[in-house]
């Protein structure tokens, strides 16, 4: 958000993450000055006629947070460079393991290093990825100014966390299926299950 100015728009999914949700709505509206759109990334035609002429970034989760509401982010990509827009991605539910958004045509990727990265519940950390030079760049100016970074054993427990990452997301993600098709089949006491490993997800496919 610090790459923003006052006036400045970033149009955001509902369904993200608490804690940036109401930095949005709070801090960065009132204090920064930053306003903010909720769109639905699954109806694109309806989030191009959103877009104006102070949208800055399109932001989103996918899978979201916490109901694992999928995108299609190479789509939004897509819309994103059509009308010159940063595309930012909150990618800390799939990890590195499952996803790139990078790869997807995403310009900026973050993570919560806390969770799947860090594995071990403690690890206080966050990342912000980009393969663009000038975003690089003036992410470096920015983190230097305000003192956003991480501590040299921070560092090692992410490095200790990404050795085993492949191994324990692969596992969670063996477990979470059993899980899911476990409660889908009890229909007697369970009305939804929303897990996009299922089958029957209606956005398996993406």
Same mark, same amino acid.
């Given at each position: 958000?610090?790459l923003? $100015?006052?006036g400045?728009?970033?149009l955001?999914? &509902?369904?993200?993450y608490?804690?940036?949700?109401g930095y949005?709505? /709070?801090?960065?509206?009132?204090? /920064?000055?930053?306003?903010f $759109?909720?769109?639905?990334y /699954? ?6 006629? @959103?877009?104006?002429p ?6 989103l989760?996918? &899978? ?6 999928i ?9 994103? $460079?059509?009308? =010159? ?6 990618? +800390? ?5 499952? @996803?790139?958004?990078? $790869? ?7 993570? =919560?290093?806390?969770?799947?990265? !860090? !594995?071990?519940?403690d690890?206080?950390? !966050?990342?912000?990825? +980009? ?7 003036k992410?470096?100016?920015? @983190? ?13 427990l992410?490095?200790? !966390? ?10 969670s ?10 409660? @889908? ?13 299922? =089958? +029957? ?6």
């Open positions: 958000m610090h923003l $100015k006052p400045d728009e970033v955001t999914a &509902p369904d993200i608490g804690g940036a949700m949005f709505m /709070q801090e960065a509206t009132e204090s /920064q000055g930053i306003n $759109k909720l769109v639905d /699954q109806k694109l035609d309806e989030v191009e006629k @959103q877009i104006g102070k949208t800055k970034f399109l932001y989760e996918s &899978p979201s947070n916490p109901i694992l509401k995108y299609d982010i190479a789509k939004v990509a897509i819309l994103a $460079k059509k009308h =010159s827009l940063k595309l930012i991605v909150d990618n +800390t539910f799939l990890s590195p393991y499952f @996803q790139n958004p990078l $790869k997807l045509g995403a310009d900026i990727v973050i993570h =919560s290093c806390t969770k799947s990265i !860090g !594995g071990h519940s690890l206080i950390m !966050g990342a912000v990825c +980009t393969n663009d030079p000038e975003v690089n760049g992410m470096v100016s920015i @983190q230097k100014s305000l003192g956003a970074c991480a501590g040299p054993f921070e560092c090692y992410a490095m200790r !966390g990404i050795k085993t990452l492949g191994i324990r997301m692969k596992a993600a063996e477990s979470a299926l059993k899980l899911a098709e476990y409660l @889908q089949s009890r229909t007697d006491k369970v009305s939804n299950v929303y897990y996009p490993g299922l =089958s +029957t997800h209606p956005l398996h496919d993406i």
